[in-house]
């Protein structure tokens, strides 16, 4: 009894290992996302974990058996059923993950018709396998990960950005510029290769399903005491506070004129469109359709309905326009796009 209730007990310690250690992984990986595509892309993580689990239970009965002792189960199971329910889950598990992945694109690029849908179903195969295959590893990278930053003290902070895949290197350029225009020079550096390495088993078996949340080449930006490393829908700061919170300061202010959106929500991307109009009327000398437009878009937060931190990231970057267009000047990456 006091072996069982031992077991019991580094059993439950180690799931809630194992589940803090996943919640790293995916943080690591995509970096944070919208909530609505946070719950597709929780869907299919779970899916692709457990569809491994019940792959190696129907491979090798033995570590089914060691699970199913863990689980209490009623006399009347026969245990020859939870494997054909590990078969099955086997068998359809991935038709699930990619019919979830559907949810994953942006409307517009979803397929139409019948037998685009069902060949985005089955691409969820080979979609199960990589996403399995690549949360095992960072499942295992992120602690070390996780304990590398604690020893340098330093801390993670995140901006909301939305970043399409063919401009994902042009943003990088505009994220490195805004920082040496603000006084932190950095230099170009790939990820470390706890990152590099589940992300090509992502991208070789998931580029399609996952572009939207996973670039091919994830690019960090280094400094003495600062990095940044930007995924599609997330710009992460590593650094000790001052560092990384002056950092977040300055991209904050200079951000506001790139390719990428500061915002998830799609009317608040249309927003965005429209002050990037206000800049580029500025930018062509146009002032009074600038301050026509920047009406507008003053009228349209009025009666926008979005989360409040969107809000205040939109009324922000409408009272940088203003701010330019009163003075008649333009940040230096205004000028340059």
Avoid: C
Avoid at 46 to 55: D, K, P, T
Avoid at 141 to 147: E, N
Wanted: hydrophobic content about 50%; glycine content about 4%; charged content about 20%.
């Amino acid at each position: 009894m006091i072996l069982q209730a031992l077991l019991t007990l580094l059993t439950r310690s180690a799931g809630k290992l194992l589940n803090t250690a996943f919640g790293w992984a995916t943080v690591m990986l995509f970096g944070r996302v919208s909530k609505d595509r946070q719950i597709y892309l929780s869907v299919i993580a779970f899916g692709s974990v457990l569809w491994i689990v019940a792959l190696i239970s129907l491979a090798a009965p033995g570590f089914g058996t060691f699970l199913l002792t863990f689980v209490t189960l009623p006399k009347w199971v026969d245990k020859r059923l939870i494997r054909l329910a590990m078969m099955a889950a086997v068998l359809v598990i991935p038709a699930l993950v990619g019919l979830v992945s559907l949810r994953m694109l942006e409307p517009g690029a979803r397929p139409r018709g019948a037998a685009a849908k069902v060949v985005t179903v089955l691409r969820g195969y080979p979609y199960t396998v990589g996403l399995a295959i690549t949360l095992v590893l960072m499942t295992v990278f992120a602690p070390v990960l996780r304990v590398r930053n604690l020893a340098r003290r330093w801390e993670t902070q995140h901006v909301p950005m939305l970043v399409k895949p063919d401009d994902y290197l042009t943003v990088v350029e505009e994220v490195q510029a805004a920082l040496r225009t603000g006084g932190i020079p950095t230099t170009r550096a790939t990820v470390t290769w706890m990152l590099r390495l589940p992300t090509k088993f992502l991208s070789l078996f998931a580029r399609y399903a996952m572009a939207t949340v996973a670039a091919d080449h994830l690019t960090r930006l280094v400094a003495p005491e600062v990095e940044i490393l930007l995924h599609p829908s997330d710009l992460v700061i590593s650094g000790r506070e001052r560092a990384a919170t002056r950092a977040r300061a300055i991209l904050a202010e200079r951000l506001t004129v790139t390719r990428a959106y500061l915002t998830w929500d799609k009317e608040s991307n249309e927003v965005e469109d429209r002050i990037r109009e206000i800049w580029q009327a500025m930018r062509d000398g146009r002032m009074d359709e600038a301050a026509a437009t920047l009406a507008a878009v003053q009228y349209r937060l009025r009666e926008l309905d979005v989360p409040y931190d969107e809000w205040e990231v939109l009324f922000r970057e409408a009272l940088l326009a203003e701010t330019a267009l009163l003075r008649g000047r333009m940040p230096s990456a205004a000028r340059a796009a």
